[in-house]
Nanobody
């Protein structure tokens, strides 16, 4: 079973920083892309950032300039560096991996709370 394991969430002050990590494990032929999504309570899950196995990164407008997505050389880990955090960034953050063939997996989610 392929699994994503997330870490790094927590409670931070306005303007603070957090670094989220996501590690893929199990039998994986190829991960085409990995990304971070977030979901505040009562809302739909929304894309925050993604990166392909070729290294092409995308960050949504609302976090551009504050968040950076990156991956390791083995392409089995993805990170989300979050700086200048705002209360509106508060959400459960989920890691996602696109395995191809209409297959994707999700992490368990990690809570990020930004207080003012």
């Amino acid at each position: 079973q392929v699994q994503l394991v997330e870490s790094g969430g927590g409670l931070v002050q306005l303007g603070g920083s957090l670094r989220l990590s996501c590690a893929a494990s199990g039998m994986i032929f190829r991960i085409y892309s990995m990304g971070w999504y977030r979901q505040p309570p009562g809302t739909q899950r929304e894309l925050v950032a993604s990166i392909t196995d070729a290294g092409f990164a995308h960050v949504v407008d609302s976090v551009r300039g504050r968040f950076t997505i990156s991956r390791n050389g083995a392409k089995n880990m993805v990170y989300l560096q979050m700086n200048s955090l705002k209360p509106e960034d508060t959400a459960v953050y989920y890691c996602n991996a696109d395995l191809g063939g209409n297959r994707s997996i999700w992490g368990q989610g990690t809570q990020v709370t930004v207080s003012s």
